[in-house]
């Protein structure tokens, strides 16, 4: 059975730091792209950080220097470290692994037939 869920969200103040993570199973998540998006309510989703299979990233201006993405394959498990975190980045952020070995760019991977998405996980920066 498929699945896949991030945790690590929550309540911080402007200036915060918080590390979101995806863990996985039913997959063979090493051989997917994988990236977190966020959305806010009534807007669109949109991509804030992406990883290949080769482990190449591609950020979201707005969030370059101060979020990092990561992946431990041994532990089917994908990472965001945020830091300086701003009241903007407030919205529900998505795990995604797309079956696509890359590449990431403009914060996203490449769309692909087999796609999964986790449930969201809620950050919240007051200013």
């Known amino acids: 059975q498929v699945q896949v869920k991030e945790s690590g969200g929550g309540s911080v103040q402007a200036g915060g730091s918080l590390r979101l993570s995806c863990t996985t199973s039913?997959?063979?998540?090493?051989?997917?792209?994988m990236g977190w998006l966020r959305q806010v309510p009534g807007k669109r989703r949109e991509g804030v950080a992406a990883v290949d299979i080769d482990g190449n990233t591609s950020y979201r201006g707005s969030v370059k220097g101060r979020f990092a993405i990561s992946r431990d394959n041994a532990k089917n498990t994908m990472y965001l470290q945020m830091d300086n975190l701003k009241p903007e980045d407030t919205a529900m952020y998505y795990c995604?692994?797309?079956?696509?070995?890359?590449?990431?760019?403009?914060?996203?991977?490449?769309?692909?037939?087999?796609?999964?998405w986790g449930r969201g996980t809620q950050v919240t920066v007051s200013s």
């Open positions: 039913g997959f063979t998540s090493s051989t997917y792209c």
């Open positions: 995604a692994a797309m079956r696509t070995p890359g590449p990431a760019t403009g914060a996203v991977c490449p769309p692909a037939s087999t796609a999964y």
